[in-house]
């Protein structure tokens, strides 16, 4: 009888990818949603925000505590790397401690029950053997690990480190691979894909990532996730827009826009410069646009936190997530005096209404649409309905459109169709199937 595995994912899609690796390292184990009856838990921590952290520490503890005897608890990813000493020293319930370099080893950590922390940080490559889950068509792509950059508010680099790309021949290989395995919707992803390459002194990185990525017969859809202000280039806006592979799809996090709080928080783009190119990126034919923003960071007076709000009402993303601010050891802002917490709830409150008003206006604006979508499966809403996702929206973040016709056509999840956007029900798209494609 195999011996069962519960594997916890949490924070980011970069996380999934490491989880993914080590999905594949332990292929013999049955994977099991019973976390009572595994003999191995792991749970793959993130470390970004507070929030994150209270989250990673809650799931362990709360899986400590329901798991059976003789279970291995693991507990990996940036918290564990981030806070190694402290966790290892007050958390006695976890068996074995790993963190960001060691995910191709957890077969040998498990066997050996010991604990380890590489001091390179792991990149996934073409040969990483990853299981790929929640999907039989769409993966993510990790091009590069770590950071340049050197925001105020963001710890990313002191446990992730600087930027260290993958070769193109290695993500070109990966994709290679998955088209072969029937994949053919991938997203890019990693601190700071506009950054890619730069470590390898390719001076536009990104843009030889997609004319790559372009001539692998199979690909049908693509997008890059994370872009950064200062390292994004009007020729990147163009390369993306005019490709027939890559949608137009412009994830890029602002983060602020007023001009004083982005020189306190160190972003390397002013006001005028970061204004100047999301209205580049909104003058493209059907572009997507998504950014985050934060509420609440030290030094945001009234008068900027307000120029946030006017800024995000008039422009109008298609989405935009709100961010508390979160006080973070080893960051620049970490000693600087702080808003209080009720402060930053109301801003966060208020910026969120705002991106509910944006979200809506932009799903009002598809009605009549025809969209090329791919059916996920069956809704949660109803067992009639089926869920599906333009392509041109990133998977789990941007949401799903209800087919709830289906024009008497074969229904197979994963595949793509044509469909026509009928209308807008509180803030749910329906759709009608047109045709297979």
Not at 35 to 56: L, Y
Not at 197 to 215: F, H, N, P, S, Y
Not at 366 to 382: F, P
């Amino acid at each position: 009888m195999n011996k069962k595995l519960h594997l916890v994912s949490l924070g980011c899609t970069k996380n999934l990818v490491d989880s993914e690796v080590m999905l594949g390292r332990l292929k013999d184990y049955e994977i099991t949603d019973d976390n009572t009856e595994a003999d191995v838990i792991i749970v793959n921590t993130c470390g970004f925000i507070d929030a994150a952290k209270e989250e990673s520490i809650n799931t362990v503890l709360s899986l400590h505590d329901e798991r059976k005897e003789n279970s291995i608890l693991v507990m990996s990813g940036c918290l564990s790397e981030r806070y190694k000493e402290e966790l290892q020293a007050d958390m006695p319930e976890i068996d074995i401690f790993t963190g960001v370099g060691d995910y191709e080893k957890i077969d040998e950590l498990i066997a050996s029950k010991q604990s380890t922390f590489s001091p390179e940080v792991y990149l996934a490559t073409e040969t990483s053997g990853r299981v790929i889950t929640g999907s039989n068509y769409h993966a993510y792509i990790k091009i590069a690990e770590g950071c340049n950059q050197a925001c105020s508010f963001c710890a990313i680099p002191s446990f992730k480190g600087k930027l260290h790309s993958r070769s193109l021949s290695s993500i070109v290989k990966e994709v290679e691979n998955l088209v072969a395995q029937g994949f053919y919707d991938f997203s890019f992803i990693s601190q700071d894909s506009s950054s890619y390459g730069r470590d390898m002194e390719l001076k536009d990185g990104l843009i030889e990532l997609i004319k790559k990525v372009e001539a692998i017969e199979g690909v049908q859809s693509a997008r890059i996730l994370y872009l950064y202000p200062s390292t994004t280039t009007f020729a990147l806006v163009d390369a993306i827009a005019d490709s027939e592979i890559f949608q137009t799809y412009y994830d890029m996090p602002i983060q602020h826009i007023d001009d004083a709080m982005l020189k306190t928080m160190k972003r390397g783009f002013g006001e005028q410069k970061t204004i100047e190119l999301l209205e580049y990126m909104k003058s493209k034919p059907g572009a997507f646009l998504r950014t985050s923003v934060i509420a609440g960071h030290p030094g945001e007076s009234e008068e900027s936190f307000q120029r946030l709000c006017d800024f995000m009402e008039t422009f109008e993303f298609d989405r935009f997530n709100t961010f508390h601010y979160s006080n973070e050891e080893t960051t620049a802002a970490y000693a600087m005096e702080q808003v209080d917490e009720e402060t930053i709830d109301q801003r966060a409150q208020l910026l969120g209404e705002i991106a509910e008003t944006s979200t809506l206006k932009s799903l009002e604006k598809m009605v009549g649409q025809t969209v090329t979508l791919a059916i996920d499966g069956e809704s949660d809403e109803h067992e009639y309905l089926l869920s599906a996702r333009p392509l041109i929206w990133a998977v789990d973040i941007d949401g799903e459109i209800l087919i709830n016709d289906t024009s008497d056509l074969p229904v197979e999840y994963g595949k793509r169709y044509e469909a026509k956007v009928t209308e807008l029900v509180g803030s749910q798209l329906l759709a009608t199937l047109i045709k297979a494609l």
